[in-house]
């Protein structure tokens, strides 16, 4: 929920996305029961949760017990949700559910003997096909971002973490190899050789966990691995596959993006009630498949649309999706105010629907446009990247 739902959630209801956060507060003792029952410190999150956050994954399947990277999106929601709203109360409510689960990741580390650096063992990666390996780039990669995003609430709210936070924030494995590919690419694990997966998962450091790398190791990662994913030939899953198609946008890469986008619709029962699917052949999978309609709506949002917290700021680059002659995004959230973003191929219009004055700034940041009720309502603006922000002393350059 919170990786593939939540962020749509956020952007256009962020009322409905602080209830979705509350409930996971209010389950934080069932999450530290899990831990202690594994001899772990903090709070260890269930993989499927319903009234009381006790875990309802049915035994023996094994996501409940080693797919341990939830305890990291459930965080990355709390950020996401702060980024959106600049509500700093949010830091102070969930405090104890973000200490908690620092404290997980710290009990649960362990050191990788080569390098020194801090990792994971005996875990599931989001290819849940892996089964349970050792050194998952994606899990290992959630974890110190958690942990990072947790010393800097703890900074705000004048908390004083324990030092190992981090220790393992800053010295986390995350390896790169060259025996996989002609190029440098992360490996999803160790001793991954090349198999098909059944659904994104080094692509998710990219986005939309945003992990730093540099352009051609990015150009790799999706070049190597969308082709093992939900494309022709895999397993036919689509779990968020649509990080492919984001990343390629976020790079400028139209016709890589517009490729991977394609694909969702292979993904769409259009005979029936036009539902998601799991799995493109056969009976479908799972039928009213929400993270994959999930992600396919974030496809839209995140990537078309280009919606990025960034520097400060909330950017947009918006681009037409395959066919499309104008895009409309109607009653978007960005702090305090609600928006409506049109464009076509010529123009863009951005709208102050209600909230407090936004900037609203274009051209590198040369042109500045302070939107209010008392004033200027609408802008627009040749397409192309612009930025919303509240102040001058808070612009986004990039």
Same mark, same amino acid.
């Given at each position: 929920?919170?990786?593939?739902?939540?962020?749509?959630?956020?952007?256009?209801?962020?009322?409905?996305?602080?209830?979705?956060?509350?409930?996971?507060?209010?389950?934080?003792?069932?999450?530290?029961?899990?831990?202690?029952?594994?001899?772990?410190?903090?709070?260890?999150?269930?993989?499927?949760?319903?009234?009381?956050?006790?875990?309802?994954?049915?035994?023996?399947?094994?996501?409940?017990?080693?797919?341990?990277?939830?305890?990291?999106?459930?965080?990355? +929601?709390?950020?996401? &949700?702060?980024?959106?709203?600049?509500? $700093?109360?949010? @830091?102070? /409510?969930?405090?104890?559910?973000?200490? %908690?689960?620092?404290?997980?990741?710290?009990?649960?580390?362990?050191?990788?003997?080569?390098?020194?650096?801090?990792?994971?063992?005996?875990?599931?990666?989001?290819?849940?096909?892996?089964?349970?390996?050792?050194?998952?780039?994606?899990?290992?990669?959630?974890?110190?971002?958690?942990?990072?995003?947790?010393?800097?609430?703890?900074?705000?709210?004048?908390?004083?973490?324990?030092?190992?936070?981090?220790?393992?924030?800053?010295?986390?494995?995350?390896?790169?190899?060259?025996?996989?590919?002609?190029?440098?690419?992360?490996?999803?694990?160790?001793?991954?050789?090349?198999?098909?997966?059944?659904?994104?998962?080094? +692509?998710?450091?990219? &986005?939309?966990?945003?992990?730093?790398? $540099?352009?051609? @190791?990015? /150009?790799?990662?999706?070049?190597?691995? %969308?082709?093992?994913?939900?494309?022709?030939?895999?397993?036919?899953?689509?779990?968020?596959?649509?990080?492919?198609?984001?990343?390629?946008?976020?790079?400028?890469?139209?016709?890589?993006?517009?490729?991977?986008?394609?694909?969702?619709?292979?993904?769409?029962?259009?005979?029936?009630?036009?539902?998601?699917?799991?799995?493109?052949?056969?009976?479908?999978?799972?039928?009213?498949?929400?993270?994959?309609?999930?992600?396919?709506?974030?496809?839209?949002?995140?990537?078309?649309?280009?919606?990025?917290?960034?520097?400060?700021?909330?950017?947009?680059?918006?681009?037409?999706?395959?066919?499309?002659?104008?895009?409309?995004?109607?009653?978007?959230?960005?702090?305090?105010?609600?928006?409506?973003?049109?464009?076509?191929?010529?123009?863009?219009?951005?709208?102050?629907?209600?909230?407090?004055?936004?900037?609203?700034?274009?051209?590198?940041?040369?042109?500045?446009?302070?939107?209010?009720?008392?004033?200027?309502?609408?802008?627009?603006?040749?397409?192309?990247?612009?930025?919303?922000?509240?102040?001058?002393?808070?612009?986004?350059?990039?």
């Amino acid at each position: 929920m919170e990786t593939w739902i939540f962020p749509n959630i956020a952007l256009l209801w962020p009322t409905m996305a602080r209830s979705l956060l509350q409930y996971r507060m209010m389950r934080l003792p069932a999450a530290q029961a899990r831990a202690a029952e594994r001899e772990l410190k903090g709070a260890m999150w269930p993989w499927e949760s319903a009234q009381t956050g006790v875990d309802c994954v049915q035994f023996p399947n094994p996501e409940g017990r080693i797919e341990i990277h939830i305890s990291g999106d459930i965080p990355m +929601a709390f950020r996401l &949700y702060h980024q959106l709203t600049g509500d $700093d109360g949010i @830091l102070s /409510q969930s405090w104890d559910l973000l200490e %908690q689960t620092c404290e997980f990741w710290v009990s649960r580390a362990a050191r990788e003997p080569t390098t020194g650096n801090f990792t994971y063992l005996n875990v599931q990666p989001p290819d849940e096909m892996a089964g349970m390996v050792n050194n998952s780039v994606y899990t290992n990669a959630v974890a110190s971002a958690t942990l990072k995003f947790c010393l800097e609430a703890a900074q705000k709210l004048g908390k004083a973490p324990p030092p190992e936070w981090a220790q393992i924030a800053y010295n986390i494995y995350i390896p790169v190899v060259h025996n996989l590919y002609s190029g440098p690419v992360h490996p999803e694990y160790t001793g991954y050789h090349g198999q098909d997966i059944n659904q994104a998962d080094v +692509a998710l450091l990219q &986005y939309p966990l945003e992990w730093p790398m $540099d352009l051609q @190791l990015a /150009q790799n990662d999706l070049t190597y691995y %969308q082709v093992r994913s939900s494309g022709p030939g895999t397993s036919g899953f689509y779990t968020g596959d649509s990080a492919y198609s984001i990343a390629w946008l976020r790079m400028n890469n139209r016709s890589a993006a517009d490729a991977q986008f394609q694909l969702a619709f292979k993904h769409m029962d259009m005979d029936h009630f036009n539902v998601w699917m799991e799995k493109s052949f056969g009976d479908g999978g799972h039928l009213n498949f929400l993270t994959g309609a999930g992600g396919y709506i974030q496809n839209w949002l995140y990537g078309y649309i280009g919606a990025r917290f960034q520097n400060n700021a909330l950017a947009f680059n918006p681009v037409l999706p395959p066919e499309m002659e104008q895009v409309t995004v109607r009653a978007f959230h960005y702090l305090d105010c609600t928006l409506t973003l049109a464009f076509n191929a010529t123009l863009l219009d951005v709208h102050l629907d209600a909230g407090s004055s936004m900037y609203v700034v274009s051209g590198g940041g040369k042109h500045w446009t302070l939107l209010s009720h008392m004033g200027q309502q609408t802008v627009s603006l040749p397409p192309g990247q612009f930025y919303l922000t509240k102040t001058k002393a808070r612009v986004a350059r990039g």
